[in-house]
């Protein structure tokens, strides 16, 4: 079983729609959670934290849900500058290492 | 000038060949990563530093080795390339240098990336 996993997409909404992405993970003692942001052939860059009580950035919103095991990203006012991958990303217990999911894609229309 | 470099940025190798990759840091980071990203696949630990003396296996280490040689380098290598090792590589930072909280403690800072293909 996977450490995370995420529904890959493609997500392809119109400007100005809100978008919602869910994340699960398997060890129900991991500690920290983030979301990332990829952009086509470039790294990984942080989004956001995800803290237990949720927390929103501008249009973006990140909840927690640790009964359930699930990440959730929201997205309001897509824009197109919005298009790239999204990861999931779940850190052990131990704090060592970081599990990844194998990202969200989304594309955001004019 | 950024943070975290790569070199080389792309490679094409043959089956067989001894390749290193190399990664440097200017963050003042005691934690370094090296992942490979493959299609479906997501993002994959080989290996991980947390300072010149200490260097873990991550969850796919077989037919990689890697070297600290200082805080700020970490290399990795792939003593006899083969094929199902094309991959796009990535190495990341992380650490308590410029972190203001537990969040950005936590947040892992990546390299451009290391596009390998082995033939």
């Known amino acids: 079983r996977k450490e995370v996993e995420q529904d890959p997409g493609p997500f392809n909404v119109p400007e100005g729609a809100t978008v919602a992405f869910n994340c699960t993970y398997s060890?129900?003692?991991?500690?920290?959670f983030f979301w990332y942001r990829q952009d086509c052939r470039k790294e990984p860059k942080l989004l956001m934290s995800v803290y237990s009580s949720g927390n929103e950035d501008g249009r973006f919103t990140a909840q927690l849900n640790r009964a359930s095991q699930y990440i959730s990203l929201l997205i309001r006012d897509s824009k197109l500058s919005d298009s790239a991958t999204y990861l999931c990303?779940?850190?052990?217990?131990?704090?060592?290492?970081?599990?990844f999911g194998t990202g969200t894609s989304l594309t955001v229309i004019p | 000038d950024a943070d975290v470099t790569q070199t080389p940025r792309n490679r094409i190798t043959k089956t067989g060949k001894r390749i290193m990759l190399e990664c440097s840091q200017t963050?003042?980071?005691?934690?370094m990563y090296w992942y490979r990203q493959d299609p479906g696949l997501g993002l994959r630990l080989i290996y991980y530093s947390f300072d010149v003396k200490d260097i873990n296996k991550g969850e796919i280490s077989d037919g990689y080795s890697v070297s600290r040689q200082a805080q700020a380098k970490f290399s990795l290598s792939l003593e006899s390339a083969i094929p199902n090792q094309t991959a796009l590589y990535f190495c990341?930072?992380?650490?308590?240098?410029?972190?203001?909280?537990?969040?950005?403690?936590?947040?892992?800072?990546f390299g451009p990336g290391t596009r390998l293909t082995v033939l």
């Open positions: 990303v779940v850190n052990t217990d131990t704090g060592n290492q970081f599990y």
């Open positions: 963050k003042g980071h005691d934690r």
């Open positions: 990341a930072t992380r650490g308590r240098a410029g972190a203001t909280s537990l969040g950005s403690y936590n947040e892992q800072f």
């Open positions: 060890n129900s003692a991991s500690q920290s």
